[in-house]
C-alpha cells in the first residue's frame, strides 16, 4: 500500500520558519511529480507547489520567494522549506505524488501548520 507521510508541521510566529517532509513508500517517487497542497479551513485545496522528477518547479503566487521545494528521489521524499510565514499560511498542508502518466495519483493525510500572528 502506498504511503505518504508528512512530518515538520507545528506553530509558529509571523516571520518564522517551518521545514516539512513528506516520504513516500512503496513508489518509485523518480517516476511520480511530487507536491505540496494546502487547506485552511472553510476554503478549497489548492497548490502550495510541485516539483517534477526531472526537478521543474511551480509555486503559486502567494509562496513564491518565501517556499522552496526540494525533492531527494533516492531518499523517496520531498520537502517544503517556508520562510517568513504569515498567518494567512495557516492550514493543514498535504504531500502528493502524482504518476507521469496522470494515472496514479496519492495524498498524505497531512500536517497542520499555524503562524500567529
Known amino acids: 500500500q502506498v504511503q505518504l507521510v508528512e512530518s515538520g508541521g507545528g506553530l509558529v510566529q509571523a516571520g518564522g520558519s517551518l521545514r516539512l517532509s513528506c516520504a513516500a513508500s512503496r513508489i518509485i517517487a523518480s517516476s511520480y511529480t511530487m507536491g505540496w497542497y494546502r487547506q485552511a479551513p472553510g476554503k478549497q485545496r489548492e497548490l502550495v507547489a510541485t516539483a517534477t522528477p526531472g526537478g521543474s518547479t511551480n509555486y503559486a503566487d502567494s509562496v513564491k520567494g518565501r517556499f522552496t521545494i526540494s525533492r531527494d528521489n533516492a531518499k523517496n521524499t520531498v520537502y517544503l522549506q517556508m520562510n517568513s510565514l504569515k498567518p494567512e499560511d495557516t492550514a493543514v498542508y498535504l504531500c502528493?505524488?502524482?504518476?507521469?502518466?496522470?494515472?496514479?495519483?496519492?495524498w498524505g493525510q497531512g500536517t497542520q501548520v499555524t503562524v500567529s500572528s
Open positions: 502528493n505524488a502524482r504518476h507521469y502518466t496522470a494515472t496514479l495519483n496519492y
